[in-house]
């Protein structure tokens, strides 16, 4: 079953600089989605994907988050070999990519200018993820991508970010009933200078599934 997050709004500019920003973006690209990024995936998951921001010319132009740039690579080949993706790749909206038991949003729902969202916009945007972390299940897993989803995730739940220390592998047991685990995100600058590897990122989510099928 796939689920826009709780409270999203597809039409959302409260965020004047990333509303004038988005509608340049729409006058020279019209056929990009160019508008807020919904989250994709199961209603209610075990395991939620926070990233950072839709990429220009990736989930702002397809409309669906990681999809259709280099970012996405990793991460769809690694949700498929531990079955939480149909399938390995992620081209566009309607290429019958179904995730299971997992779903994909953003820390910052619209692209910012050169991929920077500002901190007010990081907080403004925060009560979206707020509103979609309450509604997973006991003993979910949140996997941050980055150190801003990472902050995001907390200041979702409330918690200082020096309460729970960044870390690529590190894993965070939060009051809630939650775990929270972090990863370097998947971008092509991360993926290429291979300060994350393919080999790290399974590594992540291997811990991931394990704690799932223990639990």
Avoid: W
């Avoid at 597809?10 to 920003?21: I, N, P, T």
């Avoid at 994909?104 to 979609?132: G, Q």
């Avoid at 997973?136 to 996997?143: F, H, N, R, V, Y």
């Avoid at 998947?186 to 991931?208: D, G, H, W």
């Amino acid at each position: 079953m796939t689920a826009a997050q709780p409270g999203f709004v597809a039409d959302c500019e409260q965020c004047s600089r990333l509303a004038r920003h988005l509608a340049e973006v729409r006058a020279e690209f019209p056929d990009y989605h160019a508008r807020p990024v919904a989250p994709f995936g199961a209603a209610t998951p075990r395991l939620l994907i926070v990233g950072l921001a839709p990429g220009m010319h990736g989930a702002n132009r397809t409309g669906r988050p990681f999809t259709g740039d280099h970012a996405g690579i990793l991460l769809y080949e690694t949700l498929h070999r531990f079955g939480f993706a149909s399938q390995p790749g992620a081209v566009a909206r309607g290429d019958g990519l179904k995730l299971i038991d997992c779903r994909i949003t953003n820390a910052v729902k619209c692209l910012p200018p050169e991929n920077k969202p500002k901190p007010d916009e990081i907080r403004r945007c925060n009560a979206y993820l707020r509103a979609e972390i309450a509604g997973l299940p006991q003993g979910a897993a949140i996997l941050a991508l980055g150190g801003i989803a990472h902050q995001a995730v907390l200041m979702a739940l409330g918690f200082r970010a020096s309460a729970y220390r960044f870390g690529h592998g590190a894993r965070h047991e939060l009051p809630p009933g939650y775990t929270l685990y972090d990863s370097y995100h998947c971008s092509r600058y991360n993926t290429q200078t291979k300060r994350l590897t393919p080999e790290m990122f399974r590594a992540v989510f291997a811990a991931i599934s394990d704690n799932l099928k223990a639990g």
